[in-house]
């Protein structure tokens, strides 16, 4: 099953902010919409009205057993009627990261950025689902997914934040964050 | 860059062995060829004259450092001239394996299977290069592809058959094994 994000004139997501962060930016659209399919053509084909990004949820890649156990029985799922603001963080590594090893890119992950163990503490507040695109051959390698309240929008800044200054983000070269909020159903 | 293997009715590579080693196996064809493409549409749509399996080459997900090392300074590359043999093994893990973390898979993979440190002495004469196709939704998780010389014929099946012995093997669910000879090009 593969998840398309796609940046256009409508959807159920409206853009609250659009900002190139590293890189080269997507052109910013006005809405943005989640949707689901069993089938894609790729690469996806430029498109007038504005883009699309595809991937697919996998399997954990970094986790240990304890932190995976912990993680589950802390996440929160996608969907909350309650979680009205949501990002896009699409995000390409450098090829310096992809010929590191799986070890050497856990201990980047982990052990220096604290990459889990930080992220523990805005859960559940932030609700997140990683989608990868590197075997899709797509611009980007992750599609990172938040949904909050808007009660929790300064803890995900920080959340950010503090991913943005870990070593492990340093191989972060390319980088876009968008910000959305639920479409009113009356503004529909 | 995704690579394509079509079992079919003419193809550069002639099937001298068909065979379902586990869970459903697919259509057995008298020809293989393989091509590349920046370009698919997904899922693979079935095809009356034979089918498809599409893949892409990836990083390495558990080799060390060391163990990573060694393995690029005795590998050999596809399409030696002397490589008149080749076999094509999709493999389809089972959900327990992918329900363990990357230590646990790591651990099954190299300390208790020694699939890399067995694989060694198989090396230069087996060129090998694994596909992932997990993410790419398609029936099977790696399309393995192994190319060699017809005097390492032996050699190869002691090395699939040292696979197939291993713990890692158990997580497999489903197996095809095909082997191929090049077309002579007199014959073409």
Request: proline share 0%.
């Given at each position: 099953m593969f998840t398309i994000f796609r940046g256009s004139q409508s959807g159920a997501w409206r853009v609250k902010r659009f900002a190139g962060v590293k890189g080269e930016s997507l052109a910013p659209t006005p809405s943005l919409s989640v949707t689901h399919s069993d089938s894609i053509a790729l690469p996806i084909l430029p498109s007038q009205s504005g883009w699309r990004l595809i991937g697919v949820p996998s399997h954990v890649r970094y986790v240990e057993r304890a932190e995976k156990e912990q993680l589950v029985a802390v996440q929160a799922g996608l969907?909350?009627?309650?979680?009205k603001l949501a990002a896009l963080i699409p995000i390409k590594k450098s090829a310096a990261w992809w010929e590191l090893t799986q070890e050497e890119r856990r201990k980047i992950f982990?052990?220096?950025?604290?990459h889990i163990a930080s992220s523990m503490r805005f859960l559940p507040a932030i609700a997140r689902q990683l989608y990868h695109c590197r075997d899709l051959g797509g611009a980007f390698d992750f599609l990172t997914w938040f949904e909050y309240r808007l009660a929790h929008e300064s803890l995900f800044e920080e959340l950010v934040g503090m991913l943005r200054e870990t070593?492990?983000?340093?191989?972060?070269e390319r980088e876009v964050d968008i910000r959305v909020e639920r479409e009113r159903l009356d503004a529909i």
């Open positions: 969907g909350r009627a309650e979680a982990e052990d220096k950025s604290h070593e492990e983000w340093q191989y972060v």
